[in-house]
């Protein structure tokens, strides 16, 4: 149901900033990216409270950071060449990623998997959330979140075998 | 956020080692507090901004000139915005001059820059036009080759190295024709302009420039250089409401050119893969278009109207982000490019977008009115419905 006495813009800013900065920072691990998404993501809400009240402030600025900090995350990744320093592809095959490499990597993977098994992905390993909780911020069931999650950890990991020449 | 440390492990029990390493590396990771306090500031200062636009900076890492252009090109934007023909009244005779110049022109080249509200540069092509009327224009890295009649025939991805081949659909002049239609128009047209707009420079150049009032909402201005008759530049501007074009310039023209006819071949340059392009969708009349056009959005965007019929941006970010089949975001582009050149040849007053903040379901209302060229008002409303309807039943401003 929508809030009986909605919040005021102030106090659902001081609510939800962080969050909605962390959900982009963790899924671009861009600064500036990030604050960009959140920008975004808060005019974006503004809009949608213009045209009818919110159901769940939580879950609008969860699903809008998450979705969109994934779709920036994809376009720059097909549209722009990623800085070497975030690169993992021209390492040795058998070299051993550490800390911010394993980090990069795991973004730039997440990139290339569809949409929604990125945003399933996301949000149950960057944000801890449960399935329950993925699928109220996604409005889909319960089972499509396991499926997704199912097969984005198949994706990722048979990504990492084949990163690390064990076929 | 739950506590890392405590859930950390029911969440990612199942997670390859090496896997759930990369995980605790992104959640490892400080997150900046001085960032997330700018967060607040900015997202506290659209407090008093209804409707807050999306800042062109912002605005440009959603959505790629290459994707806009794109989706432009399918809607045939800019080509069909250029659909007035011109009445010149008065007459000049360094303007006569320059469009008697025209008319001998042979085969020539001209850069055209697309000046867009959400980008702080131009978006720049360059035109060439064979002797026999075949064009090539270069943009952004990819190449159309449009056949005498308007029509693209070939175009080209040189990074991918790709190519796509497009069908003629018909003997008629395609309405893209018309994107080169502004010369043929002064070309047509002759020695009188409307009225005289002084002079300026242009690179070093004292030039005179002439306006050129058509039907509909578009000028162009024309600047030419007095001592030697040359065209230097021409600015098309009155696009359609809300649509982001502020302007087309039209410069640095080169007549009488010798140009490679390979350059306007339709062939698939050698080494090209190539794929064939769908066919254009059958075209349809205004309002039709205008109502699948807009069910088409609601489709995608959860029932809620698009801000703007002739700002495509939101359109095409929705049809990317939904992933839209190409068969179907071409009729959905094609509908929406139906509407421009419709839009172009009414006065500003005689239409109006209202549609935006709306959403299916909501209380019935009109989304859309104009006048037609019977002079009766016409409204489509929410429900997409179309109606003739009286003064009184506008919506109020």
Not at chain 1, 102 to 120: M, T
Not at chain 2, 146 to 174: C, W
Not at chain 2, 223 to 248: A, F, N
Not at chain 2, 333 to 340: I, K, N, Q
């Amino acid at each position: 149901m929508a809030e009986e006495y909605p919040p005021d813009w102030p106090t659902i800013v001081e609510r939800h900033a962080e969050r909605i900065f962390r959900i982009a920072y963790r899924i671009l691990g861009s600064v500036h990216d990030a604050e960009d998404v959140a920008q975004l993501v808060f005019i974006e809400a503004k809009r949608v409270q213009e045209a009818g009240p919110i159901q769940s402030w939580s879950g609008l600025f969860a699903r809008l950071a998450t979705t969109r900090a994934i779709a920036l995350l994809r376009r720059r990744r097909q549209s722009v060449e990623m800085d070497d320093t975030h690169s993992v592809s021209h390492l040795d095959p058998h070299h051993h990623l550490v800390g911010a490499e394993l980090a990069a990597w795991l973004r730039n993977a997440a990139a290339q998997l569809p949409e929604q098994q990125a945003a399933v992905f996301s949000l149950s390993h960057f944000e801890q959330l449960d399935r329950n909780e993925v699928a109220a911020i996604l409005t889909i069931s319960v089972e499509a979140v396991s499926t997704a999650l199912y097969k984005a950890r198949g994706r990722l990991q048979e990504q990492l075998k084949s990163f690390n020449g064990v076929q | 956020m739950n506590d890392i440390t405590s859930t950390f492990t029911e969440n990612h029990d199942d997670l390859e080692p090496q896997l759930e390493s990369a995980v605790w590396a992104v959640l490892s990771e400080p997150l900046p507090t001085d960032a997330i306090a700018r967060v607040k500031s900015n997202a506290l200062a659209l407090e008093d901004k209804p409707n807050p636009e999306i800042l062109p900076s912002l605005h440009n890492k959603f959505w790629s000139r290459r994707s806009w252009m794109q989706v432009s090109s399918l809607a045939t934007c800019v080509a069909l915005v250029l659909v007035a023909t011109t009445m010149l009244q008065s007459s000049s005779s360094a303007f006569a001059q320059a469009i008697e110049k025209l008319k001998n022109a042979g085969a020539y080249r001209y850069k055209e820059l697309l000046y867009v509200e959400t980008e702080a540069e131009p978006i720049e092509s360059e035109v060439l036009v064979a002797v026999d009327g075949r064009s090539r224009v270069s943009m952004l890295g990819d190449v159309s080759i449009h056949d005498s009649n308007g029509q693209v025939r070939l175009t080209i991805d040189e990074t991918a190295k790709s190519a796509q081949i497009h069908e003629p659909y018909g003997d008629e002049p395609a309405d893209s024709a018309i994107e080169f239609n502004w010369l043929d128009h002064l070309k047509s047209y002759g020695e009188n302009p409307d009225k005289s707009l002084g002079t300026m420079n242009f690179d070093g150049r004292a030039c005179v420039g002439y306006e050129v009032n058509p039907t509909g909402s578009v000028t162009y201005a024309v600047w030419v250089d007095p001592k030697t008759s040359d065209l230097v530049q021409v600015e098309m501007k009155g696009m359609p409401k809300g649509s982001g074009i502020t302007k087309l310039v039209m410069k640095d023209f080169e007549f009488n050119l010798s140009l490679d006819s390979n350059l306007f071949s339709l062939d698939v340059p050698a080494g090209y893969e190539s794929t064939t392009a769908e066919k254009l969708p059958e075209l349809l009349p205004f309002e039709e278009s205008l109502v699948e056009a807009l069910k088409g959005f609601t489709e995608l965007s959860g029932g809620n109207f698009p801000r703007s019929i002739t700002d495509w941006s939101e359109w095409a970010t929705l049809m990317v982000e939904n992933e839209m089949p190409k068969e179907q975001s071409m009729i959905l582009s094609a509908r929406l490019g139906t509407l421009l050149p419709h839009l172009t040849s009414m006065s500003h007053d005689d239409y109006d977008y209202t549609g935006a903040g709306k959403a299916v379901g909501m209380k019935r209302s009109i989304v859309f009115w104009y006048r037609n060229p019977k002079k009766q008002l016409r409204a489509v409303y929410s429900d997409f419905k179309v109606a003739t309807i009286a003064d009184a039943d506008l919506p109020k401003k």
